[in-house]
């Protein structure tokens, strides 16, 4: 059967993950979180002090890009596939509020974005590829044969991610998520490179008050009428 490339994208907590998981798992494509790779950067200008509320050292940051080893792995072929950053598993640390609080200036930087665009692109040179993120319908798969953009309020995205952090244990306040989410929202769509847009022929989904389900059958027949050429 033809495989194709799936691009999604879209503003932060609107599921992205969780659809592009299950088309992936019911397609049996891979599946790549792009926001994992520049979290797992991220966490190495933190851990590396490149990185603090004070300051940000892009110099040095860009100059250790070469060192920095990023990989996905799976523990088996049913589980999720984590993020390795030179060979430590921080499919964890990168999801504290903690590490999405400086994200967004990382992913301001070329540099970073071009070593990561480049990883990717090699991951779906043979299609078959489900990839979520904020530029992978414009920068690097601008012929996806499916592009979906989502959106949702931001009120809506914030009690998600709250309810989320809530239950993994985490001391978060709802209004310190809304303002993150919202900061973030700001921050990817007006930064120079490659700003969060709808990518040309991407379909929008505003899952605002669309629930999982319905949000996966409409895109599952999207990416089945491709798959078929009806599209
Ligand atoms: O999807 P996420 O919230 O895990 O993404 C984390 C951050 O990374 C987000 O602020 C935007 C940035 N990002 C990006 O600039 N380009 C991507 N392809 C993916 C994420």
Request: net charge negative.
């Amino acid at each position: 059967m033809k495989k194709i490339t799936i691009a999604i994208d879209g503003f932060s907590s609107t599921g992205k993950s969780t659809v592009a998981k299950q088309l992936a798992d019911y397609l049996g494509y891979i599946y790549v979180d792009t926001g994992a790779m520049y979290r797992a950067v991220t966490l190495y200008a933190l851990q590396n002090k490149f990185l603090s509320e004070d300051e940000f050292d892009k110099k040095s940051l860009i100059k250790s890009l070469p060192t920095i080893e990023l990989e996905f792995r799976k523990e088996n072929d049913n589980a999720n596939a984590e993020i390795f950053l030179n060979g430590k598993n921080v499919e964890k640390e990168i999801r504290t509020m903690y590490v999405s609080g400086f994200v967004s200036p990382v992913a301001t930087i070329p540099e970073v974005r071009k070593k990561l665009v480049a990883i990717q692109h090699q991951m779906g040179v043979e299609k078959g590829i489900v990839m979520d993120g904020r530029d992978i319908g414009s920068v690097v798969f601008p012929n996806a044969e499916l592009k979906i953009f989502m959106n949702a309020n931001a009120e809506v995205r914030a009690t998600r991610r709250y309810e989320e952090l809530l239950a993994k244990g985490d001391n978060v306040t709802f209004l310190a998520i809304l303002e993150n989410v919202q900061k973030r929202d700001l921050m990817d769509t007006t930064r120079e490179d490659s700003p969060l847009v709808k990518a040309e022929n991407a379909i929008e989904i505003d899952n605002s008050e669309l629930n999982q389900e319905d949000q996966f059958t409409i895109i599952l027949q999207l990416a089945k009428d491709r798959i078929a050429g009806r599209v």
